[in-house]
């Protein structure tokens, strides 16, 4: 919904107003958008317009969940047409047009904000200002590749367009992407006066003479950084990021050409990567389902909310250390409890250092002082008493957490959540250890935790709803995006990972080259491949992990693997990994080759396997052994399952997560491969009965 208002001297003002929390563009907005433009353009009285936003921001972009639904180039040009034809009359129409942004300003909203003459941004400290369109598979298509760079030159424009970053206003100021920042205020007020003081604005783009700044595409400058722009994005993606290469294509072809041209190859691109699999994955896991996990959408509806104003963090390692920053930096007062405490002040040297790192990149939330300030290190458990949730981040030995827990139940206030970071021990264990099993739940954080957005939260059977919800408004309150599984062995997160790493053994125990077997993860999207992160994980561990994941020894996942007795060999051998440099490969400085004693070692001789069966059999464990926590219940929802893989260990984003990949391949021609690989290479790839049903009528796990 968009109404016009008066703000007199003949300036209109269009407000925008959709229903629901956030103003978004979708198809009957922009033909109702671009009626009210003709209007008022053909309107004498109309001096100038102002747009503004009824609600707390400006405007949050395009309706995603329109352009989920389109199902070819020709449904998203349709889509934005009107829009592209409304926002160019509106630069060319001859009156001052301003975009009073009271807020946030995204997507395509900043390329509205990007068509006016003028954009005055109110002083909102949340009030954040870009194009991210590249972090959900897509690209700008309203125009925001050519406007932008048009403005401020292609290497300032580049970072908003190809990392999706947002500036805050005062950021937003200095780069040039807004002309003022006002008081909230003096928003309309500043806006209309421009308006009446411009009554001949046009774009610079507009004016004869105009030159884009910086440097154009086929100048030595221009060449030199799309060269390096290419290379850069081959080495982090294989060719996986669609959405950055048409950003590339179109900001080389399109700032050759007049605006007109460029927007109409824009349009183009855009509609191409609107109609594609990766967006509609992308769309599907980062933005639908990481924005209901961030709205808690999972919390016990009937438990008033809380706010934790202390924690108790029990243990002061990595991830401790991680714990209580992040809870700090949130305003909350942090005990960090270790075994003495000198230790646990040690611990508190380390954060205060990291803490002055991330303020010199100015990623520090808050002041140094204040930060470090609300961290208390101690070894006395008497603080306890005091806290709103307790965390529990000692060594992954069960005894020596239950002795923990033992202690910090002790001295909690009745009806104070402890959690535990685990990765993989079972909660309802641990759980045994305190005299009230209903308090006990498992928040497994990820490292680097400052910097790692997802928790798996585990509930057990005895956890109470109260637990839950008061677990899950702290990660609330210290910005996590979490994912509730049921307890059991290895949860989801560790369950599924410890597969990947399993058949990566399986592979070199039957002869691939390792190389082979990276390049394989690597080139379908992976950041790290899966031999080089077993030699970062460091063989003596993975041996602990894949002996504490065994379970009663029947589980599926090991049916024909021999990755225990592939790890135990290598440990055997004195192969440590990365951080002794001599792991699967042999480490010198920053290079490294195969262990030269691998194939001797392993008594294997080399594969015939070719890339692509090895990068199936790598994603269609994760896969399957997905299937089967859905089948255990540990997961109810598969976009859970394929948040917590994509944010959790790296899975490929533009996949969607491990069930999306199903839908990808399709549920009848997954079970067909499946079945033709648990012949060939083992009983684990045997596809689980929910897969077989879904292959009757290839159903999906995701209708979009």
Request: glycine share 10%; aromatic share 6%.
């Amino acid at each position: 919904m968009i109404r016009q208002e008066d703000l007199g001297d003949g300036v209109a003002l269009l407000v925008f107003d959709s229903p629901g929390p956030v103003n978004t563009l979708g198809a009957q907005d922009n033909v109702e958008f671009a009626n009210l433009i003709d209007r008022l353009l053909a309107d004498d009285s109309v001096k100038g317009i102002v747009l503004t936003s009824a609600k707390r921001d400006f405007l949050a972009g395009g309706d995603l969940d329109q352009l989920r639904r389109v199902q070819t180039p020709a449904d998203a040009i349709a889509i934005v047409t009107p829009f592209l034809k409304a926002i160019r009359k509106l630069e060319t129409g001859g009156k001052p047009v301003v975009a009073a942004l009271n807020g946030t300003a995204l997507g395509g909203g900043f390329e509205l904000a990007l068509a006016c003459h003028r954009r005055i941004a109110a002083d909102v400290p949340s009030a954040r200002f870009g194009l991210p369109e590249v972090t959900l598979g897509l690209m700008p298509g309203g125009g925001g590749t050519q406007r932008l760079p048009r403005l401020v030159g292609i290497a300032a424009a580049a970072p908003l367009l190809l990392e999706g970053k947002r500036l805050k206003p005062a950021d937003a100021l200095a780069a040039g992407i807004v002309d003022a920042v006002v008081a909230p205020e003096m928003l309309r007020d500043e806006a209309k006066a421009w308006a009446l003081a411009n009554p001949e604005a046009s774009q610079p783009w507009d004016v004869k003479g105009y030159k884009l700044p910086g440097f154009a595409p086929q100048s030595a400058e221009g060449r030199m950084f799309f060269m390096g722009s290419w290379t850069r994005l081959h080495k982090r993606s294989a060719g996986c990021d669609l959405a950055s290469e048409a950003i590339l294509q179109v900001l080389h072809h399109g700032l050759e050409r007049g605006l007109d041209a460029g927007i109409a190859i824009e349009t183009r691109y855009f509609a191409r990567l609107a109609a594609s699999a990766d967006a509609k994955a992308k769309i599907r896991t980062l933005f639908v389902g990481a924005t209901d996990a961030k709205a808690m959408k999972m919390r016990p509806k009937d438990v008033p909310p809380s706010k934790p104003a202390r924690v108790a963090v029990i243990g002061g390692g990595v991830m401790g250390r991680g714990i209580a920053y992040v809870a700090a930096q949130a305003g909350m007062q942090v005990d960090l409890i270790d075994v003495s405490d000198d230790v646990a002040s040690k611990s508190r040297e380390s954060i205060a250092k990291n803490a002055e790192r991330d303020a010199g990149r100015g990623r520090l939330r808050g002041t140094h002082a204040d930060v470090i300030g609300r961290i208390r290190a101690t070894s006395s458990y008497e603080g306890i008493g005091t806290s709103d949730i307790v965390v529990e981040a000692v060594f992954e030995r069960a005894d020596l957490k239950r002795e923990v827990l033992k202690k910090a139940a002790a001295m909690v206030r009745p009806g104070t959540p402890i959690a535990s970071n685990t990765s993989s021990i079972p909660i309802t264990e641990l759980a045994g250890a305190i005299p009230d099993p209903s308090l006990m739940l498992g928040l497994h954080f990820f490292s680097p935790v400052e910097r790692m957005p997802l928790v798996e939260v585990i509930r057990t059977a005895s956890t109470s709803d109260e637990t839950l919800a008061r677990a899950l408004d702290f990660l609330k309150a210290i910005d996590k995006t979490p994912v509730v599984v049921r307890d059991g062995l290895g949860f989801f997160t560790s369950r599924i990972v410890t597969t990947y790493s399993s058949e990566t053994m399986n592979l070199l125990a039957e002869g691939v080259a390792p190389q082979l077997i990276d390049n394989a993860a690597v080139n379908a999207g992976f950041t790290l491949g899966p031999v080089s992160l077993c030699d970062l994980t460091t063989m003596p561990l993975l041996k602990d992990i894949f002996a504490s994941m065994r379970g009663d020894g029947n589980r599926v996942a090991d049916r024909g693997s021999v990755a225990r007795e592939t790890v135990g060999k290598l440990a055997d051998a004195g192969r440590v990994g990365k951080v002794k440099g001599n792991g699967v490969y042999t480490y010198y400085g920053d290079a490294r080759d195969p262990w030269d004693g691998l194939a001797a070692c392993l008594g294997t001789s080399p594969s015939s396997l070719d890339e692509d069966t090895v990068r199936n059999r790598l994603l269609y464990v994760q896969s399957l052994e997905a299937i089967r926590t859905l089948e255990d219940g540990v997961v109810t929802r598969p976009i859970d399952g394929d948040l917590a893989s994509v944010l959790g260990w790296g899975y490929p984003a533009h996949l969607g997560g491990v069930f999306s990949y199903v839908d990808r391949v399709g549920a009848d021609e997954f079970a067909k491969r499946t079945k033709d690989y648990a012949g060939r290479f083992g009983g684990r790839f045997e596809p689980p009965a929910t897969l077989l049903e879904m292959a009757k009528d290839n159903r999906r796990f995701h209708e979009l």
